[in-house]
């Protein structure tokens, strides 16, 4: 075994429980003991040694912790502490469903980065559990156990041992989808323009990624920022959406922008190269004014698809609308025994409907305006 080395006093600890196990922990974020069975080995065993003998640390950059109290619960203890940094306010919910042991953080003001570093441990922290994938591990006798389940953790090449961070912001829909658009007509714009080139291989490159964006779905584009790009490069969670978001939209937009110009009178453009005008110097003074005026309120429209792209960061676990939605269900069922699956879900839509009505009446109106 190993010789107790743990520095942290016993008082320190606090306790959160069920009517099937216990977890401890400390003041600093970790869980330094937990069984997934009272009458079972311990997963996490530092209480006893070292946190290298099995420990699970959430902390959040720069912070200090400002709270620490127990939910009102009939039935587990359940711990709510909060950080507060110079950037933002987090919460975190440590509570057991049944044998699993769940820490919930949720941003409530600001931005934050959240940082964790699991180390998973069996038979009292003496075993290292081989690894299979982000989800479940293998203990030396077979066992499968589910292990993790949210932001994407990092296999530091020895033991169970992960580490990783992972940003969190308050309010992050809207901007969510302000960033995306912000990035999608200008590119989108610029992806018609070379289409419209004379130049054919431009215009036959253009044109493969065009369609085949239009043809991949936003979810699989989803999946290869948040598991393969990691591989090679590091991005935030924010981009893992943000991009897949704007490579979409913004093929759909160069098609707007093209058909726009296409519907133009081809008489100007003859007109502007018999004064002399070089053909980019016509797109940009003739052209894409007049396209731009028409194809304004579809511009507006496709906000509509960016808004609703942005449920997509349910998959990351990052706290846009639909995911705090879900963690408010949760909390209330935690917190007050309250099933609101129903009634948080439907508030969700109303907000989307009035945001994408809103966004709707805009674009009648101008083009009400333009025509």
């Known amino acids: 075994m190993f010789t107790p080395t743990n520095s942290v006093p016993l008082e320190e600890y606090a306790l959160i429980a069920n009517h099937h196990t216990v977890a401890l922990i400390s003041r600093a ?15 996490f065993a530092a ?10 640390s959430i902390t959040v950059d720069d912070a200090n912790m400002t709270a620490r109290t127990y939910l009102d619960h009939p039935d587990h203890l359940i711990l709510h ?69 949210g932001p994407e953790l990092h296999h530091t090449g020895r033991n169970a041992d992960f580490v990783g961070s992972f940003d969190l912001a308050a309010g ?10 912000v990035l999608t007509f200008p590119l989108g714009i610029a992806l018609g323009w070379l289409r419209l080139l004379d130049n054919r291989p431009i ?9 085949a964006m239009r043809a991949v779905p936003m979810l699989l584009l989803v999946y290869f920022f948040l598991l393969v790009v990691p591989r090679f490069a590091t991005i935030s969670d924010f981009w893992k959406l943000a991009l897949p978001i704007v490579m979409c939209t913004s093929a759909t937009t160069s098609e707007v922008f093209r058909s726009g110009v296409r519907a133009l009178d081809r008489g100007q453009t003859e007109a502007a190269w018999a004064l002399g005008m070089s053909p980019s110097l016509t797109m940009r003074l003739i052209l894409a004014p007049q396209a731009l005026r028409l194809m ?18 349910y998959v990351l676990a990052y706290p846009e609308l639909m995911y705090r939605g879900s963690t408010m269900i949760g909390q209330a069922k935690i917190d007050a025994h309250l099933s609101v699956f129903f009634q948080t879900y439907v508030i969700i839509a109303v907000l989307y409907i009035i945001v994408n009505w809103s966004l709707g009446a805009l674009a009648r109106y101008i083009e009400s305006r333009t025509r």
């Not at 992050?172 to 658009?181: E, F």
């Open 29 to 43: 974020g970790r869980v330094d003991w937990f069984c997934p069975q009272v009458d079972h080995t311990a997963t």
């Open 47 to 56: 209480l006893l040694g070292e946190p290298k003998h099995g420990s699970w």
């Open 81 to 149: 502490t909060t950080w507060l940094s110079a950037t933002g306010t987090a919460e975190v919910v440590d509570y057991l469903e049944g044998t699993t042991l769940v820490r919930a953080v949720t941003c409530t003001t600001g931005d934050i980065t959240v940082r964790h570093d699991l180390k998973i441990r069996t038979d009292y922290g003496s075993r290292s559990p081989a690894w299979h994938d982000h989800f479940r591990f293998v203990d030396r006798q077979g066992e499968a156990v589910t292990a993790l389940h």
């Open 172 to 181: 992050t829909t809207l901007t969510l989808g302000g960033v995306a658009a």
């Open 203 to 211: 215009r036959w490159l253009v044109g493969l990624w065009i369609d």
């Open 296 to 313: 304004l309120p579809t511009l507006v429209t496709q906000m509509v698809t960016i808004i609703k792209g942005t449920t997509l960061a």
